[in-house]
């Protein structure tokens, strides 16, 4: 099969094309080939060897972990899926070697789910780690109808998803972010806030009363302006902050889960839950969609097609 390889912890520019072995197919997985992958900042940082302390990379590297695409095989103990079946999924393991940057990649059960049919299947690329950040941070919070949140870098690829999610669950949104941001969630159905010196007077005259939870996806002292405004300071979550929970807050690290994969499935497919794809590139530009997540100025997705 053609894949996207690092023979060692590297950047955008050491990126191969090549003919790899096809992935072996363990008990509880499947196998599925690969329409679209989902680029994530995170996918050039565990190749810089940013995430080496925390988790085992294997090389050569085939990086990736959200992808969408067609069950080709079934591995043994995987009655879930049947050889057809269109899935999208957060294919993360126990370690790092073989994931989406391919046309095929092996899979376990427990991170895919049935493929919105909503969505395309870029879009569908473009949905696991987010939505599930977005997804399992909400939760960690107890957010729940009728309470108002705020959500730090709410137009990002994280927030952009908490937003959606948090609407839907009948919540009112309160999002931080850049003005040239404001019409975008608006469009979304959040009120705006502008980032920067004297937020929490900007968030207060939104909410006299101070906000039900908050959620934190962008750090820069984010957790400490949502406790100055929560009505109780443990109902924030960051996933950028390892220090939130010495503040009594949650830190929130995205895992594979097909249930919920599927609650973002039944909201895409409800109309509930929007994805901007800003780039569609093929496998073999890879390297170009590496330089565009790290420009930090893409809006959408990117995804790569094969």
Request: proline share 5%.
């Amino acid at each position: 099969m053609k894949a996207i390889t690092l023979q060692e912890y590297g950047s955008a520019d050491d990126l191969k094309l090549v003919e790899a072995p096809d992935p072996k197919v363990a008990p509880g997985e499947v196998l599925v080939r690969v329409k679209a992958a989902g680029v994530n900042p995170v996918d050039w940082k565990l190749a810089a060897g940013h995430l080496d302390p925390i988790m085992e990379v294997r090389f050569p590297l085939i990086p990736g972990w959200d992808v969408s695409g067609v069950v080709e095989r079934v591995g043994l103990d995987a009655k879930e899926f049947s050889v057809g079946d269109e899935v999208f999924g957060y294919v993360r393991k126990d370690w790092a070697q073989n994931g989406a940057y391919a046309e095929l990649v092996s899979a376990p059960v427990r991170a895919l789910a049935k493929k919105p049919a909503a969505l395309t299947w870029e879009q569908a690329a473009g949905v696991p780690l987010a939505g599930l950040t977005a997804y399992q941070s909400i939760r960690r919070v107890g957010l729940v109808e009728g309470e108002t949140v705020l959500i730090h870098a709410a137009a990002g690829g994280v927030g952009s998803f908490g937003v959606q999610i948090a609407l839907a669950l009948g919540a009112r949104v309160i999002g931080t972010a850049s003005e040239d941001n404001h019409g975008f969630l608006r469009e979304l159905g959040a009120e705006p806030v502008t980032y920067g010196e004297g937020i929490v007077d900007r968030v207060r005259r939104l909410v006299p009363d101070g906000v039900d939870a908050a959620l934190d996806f962008v750090g820069h002292g984010a957790v400490d302006v949502s406790q100055r405004l929560l009505k109780r300071r443990d109902r924030v979550v960051s996933i950028t902050e390892s220090e939130v929970e010495a503040k009594g807050g949650h830190h929130v690290w995205v895992r594979p889960s097909a249930a919920d994969l599927a609650d973002l499935a039944g909201l895409a497919d409800a109309g509930r839950l929007v994805v901007p794809v800003q780039h569609v590139l093929p496998l073999a530009d890879a390297a170009r969609a590496w330089h565009l997540s790290q420009s930090g100025h893409t809006r959408g997705k990117i995804v790569l097609t094969l």
